[in-house]
C-alpha cells in the first residue's frame, strides 16, 4: 500500500531534531510521497529546499491567512520564483481564517486575491485553508473560475462540502475525523465525498489521529494510516479502496511524477 501525505510541516521546529528518521518510518509505513505546507515566503523556502534531501518529497509555497499582515511587498515575486521549481506543485497554503483575525480580514483578502491571481497565471492547483470564513472564501473563489485545488484539512459540514465539490475541489482528510469529541459534523459530511476526491493528511506534527494507540504529543506522517481506517470505516469501503484512491487523486492534481 503506497501513500502520499498531501499537508504535513516538515518545516516546523518540532521536526528538527530527527528529521531524517521521520521521513523514513514515515516510507516504512508506506508513506513513500509527501507534500511539505509552505506558509509564508521563508517557510516556503525552507521547504523548497527539504525537497531536494529527500525523494518523495515535494512542496507548496504560499502565504497563510494568519501570515498576511507580514508579507514584505515583494511577496508574489519572491513565490513566482519557487513555482519554476519541479518540486513545488501548490500555491498555497492560502485562504481566509476569521477565526481569530491573526491578520485583518482585509490583508487576508488581499493576500489571498494575489496567490488566487499566481495559481492561475502559473495554473496551478491551490491548497487551500479556511475557518469561520467560508461565504468569502468562496465568493472569491468564484471570481476565479480556473481555480482548482484541494480544501486542506477540511472540518466542515454537508453544507459545506457539497460547496467545494461543485466548485471541482479535492478535499483533504485529517485526523480530526478521528475526534469522536469534535468530528461529528465532519463524520456525516464525508458519506458525501466521492472517492474520486479525496485526499489525505495528518498535517503532522498537529491533530494526532485518536485513534492512535498510546499518547502521543506528536502527530507524524507514518500515521496517516490511521485517518484511513476512519475515512474507510465511514465510507463502508476497505482502506486499501481509500489508499487507491487517495493516491491516484494525489498525483492527478499536484501532478506528482508516478514513478519518482
Ligand atoms: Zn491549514
Same mark, same amino acid.
Given at each position: 500500500m503506497m501513500l502520499c501525505d498531501i499537508g504535513v510541516n516538515l518545516t516546523n521546529s518540532r521536526f528538527k531534531e530527527d528529521l531524517f528518521e521521520v521521513v523514513g518510518a514515515a516510507r516504512s509505513a508506506g508513506v513513500v510521497k509527501q507534500i511539505i505546507t509552505g506558509t509564508n515566503v521563508y517557510e516556503s *523556502?525552507?521547504?523548497?529546499?527539504?525537497? *531536494?534531501?529527500?525523494d518523495g518529497v515535494y512542496a507548496t509555497a504560499g502565504v497563510h491567512p494568519h501570515d498576511?499582515?507580514?508579507v514584505e511587498n515583494?511577496?508574489?515575486?519572491?513565490?513566482?520564483?519557487?513555482?519554476?521549481?519541479?518540486?513545488v506543485v501548490a500555491v498555497g497554503?492560502?485562504?481566509?481564517?476569521?477565526?481569530?483575525?491573526?491578520?485583518?480580514?482585509?490583508? *487576508?483578502?488581499s493576500v489571498f486575491e494575489a496567490q488566487l491571481q499566481l495559481?492561475?497565471?502559473?495554473?496551478?492547483p491551490l491548497f487551500l485553508h479556511e475557518r469561520d470564513a467560508f461565504d468569502t472564501q468562496i465568493a472569491m473563489l468564484k471570481q476565479f473560475p480556473?481555480?482548482?485545488?484541494?480544501?486542506?484539512c477540511f472540518t466542515g459540514d454537508t453544507a459545506q462540502l457539497k460547496a467545494y465539490l461543485d466548485l471541482g475541489l479535492y478535499v483533504g482528510i485529517t485526523g480530526w475525523l478521528c475526534d469522536p469529541k469534535r468530528g461529528d459534523a465532519l463524520r456525516e459530511a464525508v458519506k458525501y465525498l466521492p472517492l474520486e476526491?479525496?485526499?489525505?493528511?495528518?498535517?503532522?506534527?498537529?491533530?494526532v489521529p485518536k485513534n492512535v494507540p498510546g499518547k502521543k504529543r506528536r502527530n507524524e506522517p507514518k500515521y496517516l494510516s490511521y485517518v484511513i481506517d476512519v475515512l474507510a470505516e465511514l465510507l463502508?469501503?476497505?482502506s486499501t479502496t481509500i489508499a487507491e484512491n487517495s493516491w491516484r487523486n494525489s498525483h492527478q492534481l499536484f501532478g506528482l511524477n508516478t514513478n519518482a
Open positions: *523556502q525552507a521547504a523548497t529546499k527539504l525537497t *531536494q534531501q529527500f498576511a499582515a507580514n515583494d511577496f508574489a515575486e519572491q513565490l513566482k520564483s519557487l513555482y519554476s521549481h519541479p518540486h497554503e492560502c485562504g481566509l481564517d476569521f477565526n481569530r483575525n491573526f491578520s485583518p480580514p482585509e490583508a *487576508q483578502k495559481a492561475s497565471e502559473f495554473n496551478m480556473r481555480a482548482f485545488g484541494v480544501a486542506h476526491r479525496l485526499l489525505v493528511e495528518t498535517d503532522a506534527p498537529y491533530l463502508v469501503v476497505s
